[in-house]
C-alpha cells in the first residue's frame, strides 16, 4: 500500500508545472547625479531583476530615496537629522525582487551621485 500511494504522489507531481526558470541575462548599474525625479529604468517584459545593493555619495545632512512608483519612498540611503539626532541610511547589500513592468525612480536628492546594482534574469518557461 505504501509503494502504491509512493508511486501515485510522485506520478502526480510529474503533472504539476513550474512557474518557469530563471536564466541570469546581465548585470546593471543603474545611476544619475540629477536632482529631481529620475526614471532609471524599467523591468522589461519576460524578466525579473534582483536589487543587489544601492548607494549615495552624500555627506551632511542629506538622504536619497528611489521609489517604483515616482513617488512615495521604497528605499533609502544617505545621512538625515531628526531632532537633534544624525541617522545614517547606510549603502544597503540587502536583496529584493522586482517583478516585470516595474518603474524604478531616484527622488530629489539635491545633486549627489546615488546608484543601484541589479542583477537582470529572463524568465525561461
Do not use: H
Not at 547606510?90 to 525612480?105: A, C, D, E, M
Request: net charge positive; with cysteine; hydrophobic share 40%.
Amino acid at each position: 500500500m505504501k509503494t502504491i500511494l509512493f508511486i501515485a504522489f510522485f506520478s502526480f507531481m510529474g503533472t504539476l508545472k513550474a512557474q518557469g526558470n530563471l536564466q541570469f541575462n546581465q548585470t546593471l548599474l543603474l545611476s544619475t547625479t540629477q536632482a529631481s525625479n529620475v526614471l532609471l529604468g524599467t523591468v522589461p517584459a519576460g524578466k525579473v531583476w534582483k536589487v543587489e545593493g544601492f548607494g549615495s555619495g552624500n555627506s551632511g545632512a542629506s538622504e536619497c530615496a528611489w521609489s517604483f512608483d515616482g513617488t512615495n519612498a521604497a528605499f533609502r540611503s544617505g545621512n538625515v537629522y531628526v531632532g537633534g539626532t544624525a541617522y545614517q541610511y547606510s549603502n544597503s547589500t540587502s536583496t529584493f525582487w522586482l517583478p516585470s513592468g516595474t518603474t524604478v525612480y531616484s527622488l530629489n536628492c539635491s545633486s549627489n551621485y546615488r546608484w543601484i546594482s541589479i542583477i537582470e534574469f529572463n524568465i525561461v518557461p
